[in-house]
């Protein structure tokens, strides 16, 4: 079956440009999460969805960063006013509930802040 | 807070040669424990997990892993690797009544000829 999805696979953007990336889970699945994946931090946690309960967003690191979740299915990490720190892979991983302790992961979405 | 040490950034190896890939963590809570591969320019696979029981977890493409809580670590094994084994592997932590996965810093295998 399909996998976890996410585009656009690679983003260039100019520095304090905002930008949108797009994450579809694998269908089924209620839990969502955003990591990120970077030369200097390594992967760390984003956030996480679950259902309609509120999103755990502890591990933003910043406003400038936000993430919405429609219908259960589709989720948009957008960061605002990028900055050249916020380059990264950005990973989005779905798993079929938060007691299912498999996480699916898609192929990632390469952002370059110039 | 739970933290992951992979002890060996990289690890080259002959092709048939056995690896093993260190992993250790910190927690004072029970934990579960995975292990992810990660082939270039694509997402995260997953290549075993130990939950509870059996203390030795066997995954995909012939690896396992042994979990030691004594020694908290999860190291993992292939007695015999493939050219196509070459790729970076993270070692994930989890608390058990948690959700996210702390991930350690990861190891590149590189396999030779």
């Known amino acids: 079956g399909a996998g976890v999805s996410q585009s656009p696979s690679n983003k260039v953007t100019e520095k304090g440009k905002d930008v949108e990336l797009r994450c579809d889970p694998i269908?089924?699945?209620?839990?969502l999460y955003w990591y990120r994946q970077s030369l200097g931090q390594g992967l760390e946690f984003l956030i996480y969805?679950?259902?309609?309960?509120?999103?755990?967003k502890s591990g933003l690191p910043s406003d400038r960063f936000s993430a919405e979740r429609t219908g259960g299915s589709v989720s948009t990490l957008t960061i605002q006013r990028t900055q050249q720190e916020d380059s990264a892979v950005y990973l989005c991983?779905?798993?079929?509930?938060?007691?299912?302790?498999?996480?699916?992961f898609g192929p990632g979405t390469r952002l370059t802040v110039t | 807070a739970q933290s992951v040490t992979q002890l060996d950034s990289q690890v080259p190896v002959f092709e048939e040669a056995p690896v093993e890939l260190r992993c250790n963590y910190s927690?004072?809570?029970?934990?579960?424990l995975f292990w992810y591969v990660q082939y270039p320019n694509q997402g995260l696979q997953l290549l075993l997990k130990?939950?509870?029981?059996?203390?030795l977890v066997k995954g995909i493409n012939g690896f396992e892993a042994e979990f030691n809580k004594s020694q908290t670590s999860f190291h993992l094994r292939k007695p015999s690797v493939h050219i196509s084994d070459t790729a970076e592997y993270f070692c994930?932590?989890?608390?058990?009544?948690?959700?996210?996965?702390?991930f350690g810093a990861g190891t590149t295998v590189t396999v030779r000829a």
């Open positions: 269908s089924g699945h209620t839990a």
């Open positions: 927690s004072s809570v029970s934990v579960y």
């Open positions: 969805f679950q259902g309609n309960s509120a999103p755990d």
């Open positions: 991983a779905s798993s079929l509930d938060e007691r299912v302790y498999e996480q699916y």
């Open positions: 130990y939950l509870s029981g059996s203390t």
């Open positions: 994930a932590v989890t608390r058990s009544n948690d959700y996210k996965l702390s």
